[in-house]
Nanobody, 118 residues
Framework: QVQLVESGGGSVRTGESLTLSCGASGQTWNVMLMRWFRQSPGREREFVAQIPYRGSETRYVDSVKGRFTIYKDSAKKTFYLQMNNLQPEDTAIYYC???????????WGQGTQVNVSA
């Protein structure tokens, strides 16, 4: 099993920055991708960014490209989402996620609220 613990959410104003972190514990040897999703009220959960557990090729949803950066600290089994120039439409609960290879099991963090006011 894999346990994910998130931190770093909060309330900011338009244009400000936040960094979310997601620390993993347990059996991560089979993890393929580390990802961030978000969900705002009345909307489906949306993919935000991903980075391979082994490797460095990142991918982002178009709406955050150039503003958000996903990165990792493999030694700490922790990955991050640096969010710059936040906009009100970024307001959501942010969830971290790990996807296992072969089994395709997904592990989720508890979610952290990000509020961006105008």
């Amino acid at each position: 099993q894999v346990q994910l613990v998130e931190s770093g959410g909060g309330s900011v104003r338009t244009g400000e920055s936040l960094t979310l972190s997601c620390g993993a514990s347990g059996q991560t040897w089979n993890v393929m991708l580390m990802r961030w999703f978000r969900q705002s009220p009345g909307r489906e959960r949306e993919f935000v960014a991903q980075i391979p557990y082994r490797g460095s090729e990142t991918r982002y949803v178009d709406s955050v490209k150039g503003r958000f950066t996903i990165y990792k600290d493999s030694a700490k089994k922790t990955f991050y989402l640096q969010m710059n120039n936040l906009q009100p439409e970024d307001t959501a609960i942010y969830y971290c996620n790990m996807l296992e290879r072969q089994t395709t099991i997904e592990w989720w963090g508890q979610g952290t609220q990000v509020n961006v006011s105008a």
